[in-house]
């Protein structure tokens, strides 16, 4: 709480019944106007002094002394009765408030509701510590609405959709999504909305599984059989590896 400067003006005098004034008159100081207020016994002068009351200068004005942490009202007596006495200072009181950078704290209450939000630079580090689980962001729209992106707009160098999807790009010379997983661990999984079940997997070891057929440009649409009799239906491009049927027992083979 700010400490607050009292008297110095021209109309904190100390005067008697006749109003006169009186010099070089001690006055007490007190918390209130009424008969239960207590007296006020921390107070500074100017300097720094500690003061249990104040003193009219040669002129009977009261000087200005500070008052206790947090007053900004104070009562003075000099013997005809208490009168009041507010801050000197408000004016200058005032511009501090109003040029801090947090005077009401609202600043650091909304810093600590947001830390767990993302944060628009380039210092997306967020505290889950406290958080149920991971980001789960909940939008209105239609099914390719967006979720989450790298920027704003369509050209996204990645993106999450409501319907599920997530895309990615390689734009200027960066490589796309990249994945660093233990040998025994999935690092691309796609699972069939209907069934639930994985349709294509990718494993850190390399190795793949698709559960419909497999497309590129250096395999098109090649089938591959293994067994001792070739396809009932063949197809160019086929590829069948025979396997030698079983040698039966007794035989010269």
Known sequence: MPV???????????????GNRLPNHKGDVYDGAGEDAQKVTDLRDMDGHHIEFVTSDQ????????????????WVDFGPGKY???????????EEHVTAADP????????????HYVHNDSSNVMDVSGLDGWLKPKISGTSSSMILAANGDDDCSWNVRQDGSMEAKAKGGVDGIKYVVDANKAAFVASSRESGKATAQINGDGSASFTGPVS??????????????????????????????????GSDG
């Open 59 to 74: 002129n009977g004005m009261v000087p200005m002394f500070q008052g206790p942490d947090g007053y900004t009202e104070l």
């Open 104 to 115: 009401h704290k609202s600043k650091q209450y909304t810093d600590e509701q947001l830390r």
């Open 4 to 18: 607050h400067t009292f008297g110095g003006t021209t109309d904190a005098a100390a005067e008697d019944m006749e």
């Open 216 to 249: 590129a440009p250096n395999i098109g649409g090649v089938r591959v059989f293994s067994g001792a009799k070739a396809p009932t239906n063949p197809q160019i491009g086929d590829v069948w590896v025979q396997l030698a049927t079983d040698t039966p027992k």
């Open 84 to 94: 009041g006495l507010i801050p000197v200072d408000t004016a200058a009181g005032l």
